[in-house]
């Protein structure tokens, strides 16, 4: 029995080896991507006369080769909470679905939510499985996330 216990604590260590070192995340181009991103929706007035807001804030972190987001929407009556992995390169990614933190919604593991690319001045979103939340009629591709704050990995 004891023997067993070093080749099933390799077989772990080599999953988790594996699993980390996806080819198919940034890689090492995800630093360009780590930080905090906002995006505010347009607020829509209601006949109560309180305006509907949404937020959205996608955390960005780096772990060996992967970059996880954590995605948080929150409104009036909507939150949710997803984990996330971008895939892509330092001026595009896709954030993609993983599971959800809190919160419902339908999404399938692996979906892209939407996708992110960035030139010097400016954050492109160009929407998929996941809209902006208030407009009837959202832009496939608008500005909308800004880089809140930069972090330090």
């Not at 004891?2 to 980390?20: D, E, G, Q, T």
């Not at 991103?37 to 972190?61: A, C, F, H, K």
Request: proline letters at 3%.
């Amino acid at each position: 029995m004891k023997r067993n216990l070093p080749i099933c604590v390799f077989s772990v260590f080599l999953l988790f080896a594996i699993s980390a070192c996806s080819k198919t995340h940034a890689g090492r181009n995800c630093n360009a991507w780590v930080g905090e991103y906002l995006y505010n929706e347009d607020p829509v007035p209601t006949s109560t006369g309180i305006n509907r807001i949404m937020e959205w804030q996608l955390s960005v972190y780096q772990q060996h080769d992967t970059c996880w987001g954590i995605l948080e929407v929150t409104g009036l009556r909507t939150y949710m909470k997803l984990l996330t992995v971008l895939s892509g390169d330092s001026s595009r990614v896709d954030v993609v679905y993983q599971k959800y933190l809190d919160g419902s919604q339908e999404f399938r593991q692996n979906d892209i939510l939407f996708s992110l690319s960035k030139d010097s001045s400016k954050i492109t979103t160009t929407w998929n499985t996941l809209q902006p939340q208030l407009s009837e009629y959202a832009a496939a591709e608008d500005v909308c996330f800004r880089l809140k704050k930069k972090r330090k990995e």
